[in-house]
């Protein structure tokens, strides 16, 4: 898995919000992020399921 890029737009204060795109498996995906920072430390999530491209991948390995 590669992020190729983040783009991110400010939301509110020190937080932002945007996309991230993931290429995995020759495939390209949009996977929302959210980012906060202060002066010294950011932090980043995405919302639950939001890497559900992964299992997907190793439930199909496994039907094969």
Do not use: H, R
Request: charge should be neutral; glycine fraction near 4%; aromatic fraction near 10%.
């Amino acid at each position: 898995m590669v992020v190729e890029s983040v783009t991110l737009v400010a939301s509110s204060g020190n937080t932002y919000d945007g996309i991230a795109k993931v290429t995995f498996n020759k495939k390209q995906y949009d996977v929302p992020v959210s980012v906060t920072s202060d002066s010294k430390n950011l932090m980043w999530q995405t919302k639950p399921l939001a890497f559900s491209f992964l299992a997907e991948y190793e439930l199909q390995k496994l039907s094969q």
